[in-house]
């Protein structure tokens, strides 16, 4: 998860159920990427101080919890991303502090090919535990190399 809100162009984050982790989530996305995150949430829902005052953009539910108007919505959010390709600036971090430095593509991609690393060696290591003790031993040797 931490990959993609670094990575990711544009974050979409839905405030409706007050959900910690959506909130832990914003919180990282705001520290590390100026631009683009779009907020939404249920009309009706009170949202925390914090981002009450950001640009959140509300949809409707029915009585029964079903999203109703989906296509009105769809077209507001689109036209927010939209909007959201001129890079003004939504986080609250760096807005606050001019100068907040930005991370920048080289150490956004040394990070994407150690998390793509680290995918090649649980594969190997999974594919070693099915081949039995030896494969297993060999990938560890592997592993140590000088690589």
């Known amino acids: 998860m931490c990959e993609r809100l670094i990575l990711c162009e544009y974050a979409v984050a839905d405030l409706t159920l007050a959900n910690a982790n959506v909130f832990y989530e914003l919180g990282v996305r705001h520290a590390v990427r100026p631009y683009p995150t779009v907020l939404i949430f249920a009309s009706g829902t009170r949202l925390p101080f914090d981002v009450a005052l950001d640009r959140a953009l509300p949809y409707s539910l029915s009585?029964?919890?079903?999203?109703?108007d989906v296509d009105g919505f769809g077209k507001r959010l689109a036209d927010r991303l939209i909007a959201a390709r001129?890079?003004?600036v939504d986080s609250p971090?760096?807005?606050l502090i001019e100068g907040f430095p930005e991370i920048d593509r080289l150490k956004t991609d040394v990070f994407r090919d150690r998390v793509r690393y680290s995918a090649r060696?649980?594969?190997?290591?999974a594919e070693a535990r099915s081949e039995g003790l030896d494969a297993v031993r060999q990938a560890e040797r592997d592993l140590r190399g000088p690589a």
């Open 63 to 68: 009585p029964a919890g079903a999203p109703t």
């Open 86 to 88: 001129d890079a003004s």
């Open 93 to 95: 971090v760096f807005q």
């Open 121 to 125: 060696w649980k594969e190997r290591l």
